[in-house]
């Protein structure tokens, strides 16, 4: 079963802008991932925040996490079209090792 | 560094044949993941190895799906026979340890007709 579930399933901007997806989720966890996939290729990993984080940053990315509330946020700013992808958020629960993946929330950056 | 490496590419096969697939991860990454992820879906995990012991294979369809990881190197996916729900991508990924961050190949792009 997935026990992330991303929101909004889709989103469109311009370049430029920011974007914000969201994640929650259902258990404890240890650590959340943020992964993108290019249309056809495999997942790149992104970001790992743990569960005793709250913020985190990498270049252009922004994750916070809110364990009160099982929810995470990715923030891209100044966005390009290079950023048009699906990105998953995945999380580690405590009791295990399995990554659980959401659905996905697929980004179009128009040009 | 290389990546995880994956082959075939693409496989096109009819229902109740059988497909195998094979995964080449990081140099001296310990633990190895098999992934299926049907379009428009998130990936789920089918097995997962450390070294070459299986530590979750709880979401393998055992009765046609097989995998093995010789050595605690590279591992293979196999499928027998093929249904057509099983048209899907495989992703192989791997990682220094459990919980880790993981490493993705580019995956097998499945189509059973």
């Known amino acids: 079963s997935q026990q992330g579930e991303e929101d909004p399933q889709a989103l469109s901007i311009q370049e430029g802008e920011n974007a914000t997806m969201n994640c929650s989720y259902k258990t404890s966890i240890n650590n959340l991932q943020w992964y993108r996939q290019n249309s056809g290729r495999g997942l790149v990993h992104l970001i790992l925040?743990?569960?005793?984080?709250r913020e985190k940053h990498s270049g252009r990315l922004r994750v916070t996490l809110d364990t009160s509330k099982k929810s995470s946020s990715l923030l891209i700013t100044a966005s390009r079209a290079a950023d048009t992808a699906s990105y998953f958020c995945a999380t580690v629960e405590t009791s295990g090792s399995r990554l659980t993946f959401g659905e996905g929330t697929q980004l179009t950056v128009n040009p | 560094e290389a990546g995880v490496a994956q082959s075939p590419r693409y496989k096109i096969i009819e229902k109740r044949q059988s497909v195998a697939f094979w995964c080449n991860p990081i140099s001296g990454h310990a633990t190895l993941y098999w992934y299926q992820q049907i379009l428009g879906q998130g990936p789920k995990l089918l097995i997962q190895f450390q070294n070459n012991g299986v530590v979750d294979d709880s979401q393998l369809p055992k009765d046609r799906f097989s995998a093995e990881r010789l050595k605690g190197v590279d591992s293979t996916l196999k499928i027998q026979p093929a249904k057509l729900e099983d048209s899907a991508v495989y992703l192989c990924a791997s990682s220094l340890d459990r919980i880790e961050t993981q490493y993705f190949g580019p995956g097998t792009r499945l189509l059973v007709l």
């Open positions: 925040i743990r569960s005793n984080e």
